[in-house]
């Protein structure tokens, strides 16, 4: 009998789960570029005109504004709170270094509304040393992703509580998705049998090799080290 009742309820989840799955595919299929036009002239009219630096519904499905970093925090909370948007869920936070730029570094905000199944991505910029003001009071989760933005960028998230290294070493130095940041970094880490422990050591390569361009081995040699025994089979089967 309870493998009976079992199955009845499977086969009720099972059926709900394909009108559910219907009807999420039938709303991307309406997430037309006219839906994503639509929704970005809502989210504008919304937001004071001066906030507004930039937007464009980027390759037809991408609906993206770009704000001053003054009005970043109350741009978001519009976004979550008002609910022709209800953007609840920030999916994801990242940087973006253009070290040419006077505010090199660009922070992409991606936010979600299951609501209405429709993404919306919010970009500000900031320096090295201006912060962003954080979002962790609007989406907790946050916390995370501001964690990887400062680790791997060096980006300041004002208010941001809990800003530690998340990806890389405590003892870590600098920021390692720089376009500054060498490629070899500036030190080893190992495991020493002898000591027991993990050693630290300066990079033994010097700073002559760490911007190079040469010819890519791929492209440009015909044997690589470790061939020649290749080579010596195929002489001694000859």
Same mark, same amino acid.
């Given at each position: 009998?309870?493998?009976?009742?079992?199955?009845?309820?499977?086969?009720?989840?099972?059926?709900?789960?394909?009108?559910?799955?219907?009807?999420?595919?039938?709303?991307?299929?309406?997430?037309?570029?006219?839906? %994503?036009?639509?929704?970005?002239?809502?989210?504008?009219?919304?937001?004071?005109? $001066?906030?507004?630096?930039?937007?464009?519904?980027?390759?037809?499905?991408?609906? $993206?504004?770009?704000?001053?970093? $003054?009005?970043?925090?109350?741009?978001?909370?519009?976004?979550r709170d008002d609910p022709r948007f209800d953007f609840q869920q920030c999916m994801d936070i990242c940087g973006v270094d253009w070290p040419g730029r006077p505010e090199r570094f660009e922070v992409v905000y991606n936010l979600l509304s299951m609501?209405?199944?429709?993404?919306?991505?919010?970009?500000?910029?900031?320096?090295?040393?201006?912060?962003? !003001?954080? +979002?962790?009071?609007? *989406? !907790?989760?946050?916390? *995370?992703f501001e964690r990887e933005a400062w680790d791997m960028y060096g980006i300041v998230f004002e208010g941001q509580t809990d800003l530690r290294r998340i990806l890389t070493d405590y003892g870590f130095e600098g920021h390692p998705l720089r376009k500054? @940041?060498?490629?070899?970094? @500036?030190?080893?880490?190992?495991?020493?049998?002898?000591?027991?422990?993990?050693?630290?050591?300066? +990079?033994?390569?010097?700073?002559? &090799?760490?911007? &190079?361009? @040469?010819?890519?081995? *791929?492209?440009?040699?015909?044997?690589? !080290?470790?061939?020649?025994?290749?080579?010596? %089979? #195929?002489?001694? #089967? $000859?």
């Open positions: 009998m309870a493998c009976c009742s079992s199955r009845r309820r499977s086969a009720g989840r099972g059926a709900s789960s394909v009108a559910d799955q219907t009807a999420i595919e039938t709303a991307g299929a309406q997430a037309a570029p006219g839906a %994503n036009q639509a929704l970005l002239s809502a989210v504008l009219s919304a937001i004071p005109a $001066e906030a507004v630096l930039a937007s464009q519904v980027a390759r037809g499905a991408e609906v $993206e504004i770009r704000v001053r970093r $003054e009005a970043l925090h109350a741009v978001l909370r519009m976004l609501t209405h199944n429709h993404r919306i991505r919010v970009i500000t910029t900031t320096n090295a040393e201006t912060p962003v !003001p954080t +979002v962790v009071d609007l *989406w !907790p989760s946050a916390t *995370w500054d @940041f060498p490629l070899t970094g @500036f030190v080893e880490v190992r495991y020493d049998p002898e000591r027991q422990a993990v050693v630290y050591e300066p +990079v033994k390569l010097t700073q002559d &090799f760490r911007n &190079f361009d @040469f010819l890519s081995p *791929w492209e440009g040699m015909t044997t690589l !080290p470790g061939d020649e025994k290749v080579h010596l %089979n #195929r002489i001694t #089967r $000859e």
